[in-house]
């Protein structure tokens, strides 16, 4: 059903002759500490993965790379964001002072599409998420 969601009604583009649907890139936001519910997500969508979803976390970073830099690169090329968001998420200190805001700033001036699945129980009223309705 989520996956779904992801990659229903994309935009298209225009490339002068034809129109096709634009490939929807999923940046997963999550806690190292939840890494099993992002392996529970990651098998959900498997199968819409493809020509037009591609899902990302930090675990696709190769050995030896920049991974902050990948991981801002990631933030910016991304369609959609998805947040599992636990206690452990919102007491990290990168997720809440890189990763949320970039995330919360895209949605807020480019419409980045976020998702967010609390995958514990969370003071959702007191978290910058609040206004938007979790999936």
Known sequence: MLAARLWAGLPEKEDGMTTGVLRQNVFICYSHADAKYLKLFQLKLQPAVGDKLSVWSDQNIAAGADWH???ERQ???ATAA??????????SSYISTVELPTILARHAKEGLDVFWVPISSI???????SALQAA
């Not at 003071?123 to 998420?129: C, G, N, P």
């Open 123 to 129: 003071l959702d009223k007191q978290v910058a998420l």
């Open 82 to 91: 998805l947040l599992l968001v636990s206690d452990t998420f919102l007491s």
């Open 75 to 77: 933030l910016h090329a």
């Open 69 to 71: 830099s990948e991981i």
